[in-house]
């Protein structure tokens, strides 16, 4: 997984292209880092009550988001998390890892945007 790009340029650049509009394309993945928080903490809310089905659509909606502005490591976390989503003792450092590469992601972006 590390060996993905944090940031795939090529894929934000073509939903510009989809839009129409680079900055509209560079306001999107904005939004999407604004709401990463709340999208990773309805997947810990999800496992917390152990609630299978919340969890895939918390993790679904990650990984689709994440697809579409590049975020590749997430993109993979979240897909390979909807495997152990019935493993409780990897949650907690599922959690901790998508909070990270939010983080290195946030961090990606802002190397663009300056």
């Known amino acids: 997984m590390f060996q993905l790009p944090v940031l795939d340029r090529g894929t934000l650049e073509n939903l510009g292209v989809e839009l129409a509009n680079q900055a509209g394309a560079l306001q ?3 939004m ?3 709401m990463l928080p709340q999208r990773i903490a309805a997947v810990e809310a999800a496992f ?3 609630d299978a089905d919340a969890a895939v659509v918390a993790l679904l ?6 697809s579409m502005v590049g975020a590749r490591r997430l993109e993979a ?7 152990s989503i019935d493993e409780p003792t990897s949650h907690a450092g599922l959690i901790a890892h998508l909070q990270g590469l939010g983080v290195e992601f946030q961090s990606a972006l802002g190397g663009i945007i300056r």
């Open 28 to 30: 999107f993945a904005e």
């Open 32 to 34: 999407f880092v604004a």
């Open 48 to 50: 917390a009550v152990r």
């Open 61 to 66: 909606s990650l990984n689709v988001s994440s």
């Open 77 to 83: 976390l979240s897909a390979a998390a909807l495997g």
